[in-house]
């Protein structure tokens, strides 16, 4: 097995631990909804830390489910995922055709 198959399998590994170890170890058992986003956890704190707190602005668009806004949260992450790798695709084209050009370049004699 060389290195880098390694280092794939190893991240792979590293990445089911962290997506399957919360639920098998039960985190979250004893709340309504345990796996919350950050932003309704934040919104929570300071409905609690300070009821008479108003917000400076409102949402332009608000879903009218959370199935909705998870749906769009998830569109998002692909969107940019997409991007992302275009775009580091696109150096690695770059960089090989690069490489290939000077090697074929070099190996041409008069």
């Known amino acids: 097995m060389s290195r880098g198959t390694r280092i794939n399998a190893l991240l792979l590994a590293a990445v089911l631990?962290?997506?399957?170890?919360?639920?098998?170890?039960?985190?979250?058992?004893?709340?309504?909804?345990?796996?919350?986003?950050?932003?309704?956890?934040?919104?929570?704190a300071i409905a609690e830390n300070d009821p008479d707190y108003d917000a400076w602005f409102s949402p332009l668009y608000e879903p009218p489910s959370g199935e909705?806004?998870?749906a769009l949260f998830a569109a998002q992450a692909a969107l940019g995922a997409g991007v992302l790798a275009y775009?580091?695709?696109?150096?690695?084209?770059?960089?090989?055709?690069?490489?290939?050009?000077?090697?074929?370049?070099?190996?041409?004699?008069?």
């Open 87 to 110: 775009y580091f695709g696109l150096r690695r084209g770059r960089r090989q055709g690069e490489a290939h050009a000077s090697s074929a370049a070099g190996g041409e004699r008069p």
């Open 68 to 70: 909705i806004e998870s």
């Open 17 to 44: 631990l962290l997506a399957v170890l919360p639920l098998a170890l039960g985190l979250g058992d004893d709340e309504e909804e345990p796996f919350t986003g950050s932003d309704a956890q934040a919104e929570v």
